[in-house]
């Protein structure tokens, strides 16, 4: 199954949605589809969807799917690394009205960079990033997390010495 998530920010991403529709009314797409839409108009005709779910909902469904794809959120992003799903990302573009700026690109990049994710730029690149799923080998995410509170909990006993 095909997790589509286009996050919960009050902005449409049709763009996303309309490819996806197109790529599985041309074939390309044979997989089961399910999308969590968000604030969008325009409803897909080939793949069930929710305009939001709840947090479990969305949990389970991570979980299930075989691939993610996804906006540019940190979130998404990184709950879909810490369960190893192959991923795919699509940044909402601020020239699209889709945010206020690009710092989507930014974060794709930075996780493209890593090897991490599949990122690209604009939707019409969707056919050819699916195509290169199946070779994509997922690479462990390590959170910083731990590294971040290791040094705040140094700075804390410092400052309290």
Do not use: W
């Amino acid at each position: 199954m095909i997790l589509l998530s286009l996050g919960t920010q009050d902005f449409p991403f049709e763009r996303l949605l309309k490819e996806v529709d197109h790529l599985i009314e041309q074939g390309i797409i044979q997989e089961e589809v399910f999308a969590q839409i968000g604030y969008n108009d325009y409803k897909p005709k080939h793949f069930k969807y929710k305009d939001f779910t709840d947090f479990q909902e969305f949990d389970a469904l991570l979980e299930k799917c075989n691939l993610l794809i996804t906006h540019g959120g940190t979130g998404t992003i990184i709950g879909g690394l810490k369960r190893s799903k192959k991923l795919i990302a699509v940044p909402r573009l601020k020239k699209h009205g889709e945010h206020v700026d690009d710092h989507q690109k930014e974060i794709i990049g930075y996780f493209s960079e890593m090897d991490l994710i599949i990122g690209i730029d604009e939707v019409d690149q969707l056919e050819a990033a699916l195509k290169q799923v199946d070779a994509f080998q997922v690479k462990p995410f390590v959170s910083g997390n731990k590294r971040i509170i290791g040094l705040i909990d140094d700075l804390a006993k410092q400052v309290m010495a």
